[in-house]
């Protein structure tokens, strides 16, 4: 009896991690007020700058050449660069979680890498592996190959920059998969190819989606690694994020920020379908874990 009311008083009392009603409200209005702060009065001020003179001249900004050029470029380096992290982001996932080999936590560090390193020191390492003092700069534009102040200089840096979001989000999740599915799959006479698109395709595609939808915002928004190797010539090799700096340093500002909220919009959707993502990707997991 008297055990039972020790334990009765025990239950009664409250949880030790918890917190009162007046903390809670505190703590959610610290962090409402912390992204407002860092979220919100920044969004706002961006779009209250873009059209601060009217439609009319944020429109005229966005239709201008140069403005039109940067975007045009923006949306040719992300057409490159997010398949072919797409296709490494797969091959690399693929291999670490379904296979032993010897230098896998090697190259489980080069993924990682880029995240370790600022983007303008990876954009000066291919000022150094293709400028005018190096080998392969001279021996390329020898046959005519532009690599540094051209188009391939800015998909190269901005394929190392982004080319780890795919494969972090894969590599975990095919890990918790297991092989278990692949395995059932041979067993029953499927080849690699058939395994691979119609078994380990389906159960990664929510994750594979929201790897390449963070490697797309990072690549559209990338600025350190390409302000190095594009030398920032105006309507040539100015992405969006470069024109937004070299518009506000002229100061004009309004075609600035009318620029900027493309990316701001960029953002807006991508935290959107982050979001849908996410959700799919969680009951993915759960799903796999009761499997």
Avoid at 143 to 159: D, K, M, N, R, S
Avoid at 171 to 197: C, H, K, R, V, Y
Avoid at 230 to 236: C, F, L, V, Y
Avoid at 240 to 266: D, G, H, K, R
Wanted: aromatic share 10%.
């Amino acid at each position: 009896m008297a055990m039972a009311t020790r334990l009765s008083a025990r239950s009664s009392r409250a949880n030790p991690t918890s917190e009162s009603r007046a903390m809670r409200w505190l703590l959610i209005a610290i962090a409402m007020a912390f992204m407002a702060l860092v979220l919100l009065l920044p969004l706002y001020a961006v779009f209250h700058e873009a059209f601060s003179k009217g439609v009319g001249t944020f429109l005229a900004a966005l239709s201008s050449k140069d403005a039109q050029a940067a975007i045009r470029l923006t949306a040719l380096v992300s057409l490159i660069a997010v398949p072919l992290n797409l296709v490494f982001g797969l091959a690399a996932s693929w291999a670490i979680a379904k296979f032993e080999f010897r230098g896998k936590a090697f190259l489980i560090t080069l993924i990682d890498l880029p995240f370790s390193i600022s983007p303008v020191i990876s954009g000066l390492v291919f000022v150094l592996l293709f400028g005018a003092g190096s080998v392969l700069g001279p021996f390329l534009k020898s046959y005519g190959i532009e690599v540094l102040f051209a188009l391939p200089g800015i998909v190269l840096a901005t394929i190392f920059v982004t080319f780890p979001f795919v494969a972090r989000e894969l590599i975990p999740l095919m890990q918790d998969q297991g092989t278990g599915d692949e395995e059932a799959a041979l067993s029953l006479g499927a080849n690699g190819w058939q395994t691979f698109f119609r078994v380990t395709l389906p159960n990664i595609k929510w994750g594979l989606l929201y790897g390449v939808l963070l490697c797309n915002a990072r690549a559209m928004g990338e600025f350190g690694a390409v302000a190095v190797v594009s030398g920032k010539i105006r309507g040539q090799t100015t992405t969006i994020p470069l024109q937004v700096e070299m518009l506000y340093n002229e100061y004009n500002a309004t075609a600035a920020f009318a620029l900027a909220s493309l990316l701001a919009l960029l953002a807006l959707v991508t935290l959107v379908l982050k979001s849908v993502l996410e959700w799919r990707f969680s009951a993915e997991i759960a799903a796999g874990g009761h499997r």
